[in-house]
């Protein structure tokens, strides 16, 4: 007796080069994508078109790039998992992402959809594959926002050591600066430090892009990676610590509305530029000496 086969779509191409397309491969495209789309579409306007998430494209970008390559060669290890576990983790996650974007918080929801993409990335290439991606699917999670309560525990340590160090460094100087908790005082002028000053967002964009960096230079060798890693939140917060001297000098030469306009971006900008390339500038730096001293203790090792 003839069996009926599973429903498959094919395509036009004849012969040898036709391909097989399962239609439970279509439908689950077509799930994901519109259990996605409008996630990232609210992600997208409320996050990327702001100073906090400008590195979302590039990182959303490379990783993806950084998937694809790195898939290329662990695909062969790739088996389904078992499916009592994915089931009960989507069972879990998939109200609470509803619940998410029913009250429209960006920060959980993106995180939430993600990890509900893990699972169902998990559940068609197994746990090894996972794990050998697991850069990649880290990597890309920073095209997220931070949450809040995160961001404020954060900043608030951060906003006050910028600011104290600021009116301590300016007052050497001789300026007339002076200052309580965030709020600085120079001359006639008032300014706030905030969120946007105070760190969290060059510490986000400059951890995605250097961690990039650090991975596809140095993956091989992760103590120094490490080490590299360990610079990126103090180049972050030293280069915002002259952002906001140049913001309060900015106030007091040229006025307040000079300093809050073009310039106030061009700033962040700017630093943001110039701790990128203090990273890059410490790999030169320390890569020589890593391997005169370190480098040879580990091939006496071997």
Known sequence: MATVADPKITSD???????????GLIVLVLGVASFCIPTMMF??????????????????????????R??????????PAPSA?????????????????????????????YFTLLVVLYSLVGLEVMKRLWFPLFYIAFIFPPPDTLVAVVTVPMKMWLSEAAIWFL??????????????????????????????NSIISLSAISLFYIYMRH??????????????????????????????????????????????NFAGILMFGIALISIFALDLL?????????????????
């Not at 992600?43 to 694809?68: D, M």
């Not at 908790?181 to 969120?195: C, D, K, P, S, T």
């Open 85 to 113: 576990p994915v089931w009960a983790l989507l069972a879990i996650l998939i109200p609470l992402e509803i619940f998410a974007r029913i009250t429209q918080i960006v920060e959980i929801e993106g995180y939430l959809m």
């Open 13 to 23: 191409l004849p012969g040898p080069a036709a391909r097989v397309i399962p239609l």
């Open 219 to 264: 993956q091989a060798r992760w103590q120094y990676a490490l080490l590299l890693v360990l610079f990126i939140i103090p180049v972050a917060l030293v280069a915002n610590f002259f952002r906001v001297l140049i913001l309060i000098l900015l106030t007091y030469h040229a006025g307040e509305a000079a300093a809050q306009g073009f310039l106030h």
């Open 43 to 68: 992600v997208v306007r409320q996050s990327w078109t702001g100073e906090e998430g400008a590195h979302g494209p590039i990182v959303l970008v490379t990783g993806l790039w950084l998937l694809y």
């Open 70 to 79: 790195q898939w290329k060669e662990v695909k062969e290890l790739a088996t």
């Open 171 to 200: 007052d050497l100087l001789g300026y007339p600066i002076g200052g309580e908790g965030v709020r600085i005082y120079i001359g006639q002028y008032e300014l706030l430090v905030a969120a946007a000053c105070s760190g969290i």
């Open 286 to 302: 320390l890569k020589p000496v890593w391997d005169r001293y370190v480098g040879k203790t580990e091939r006496a090792a071997s």
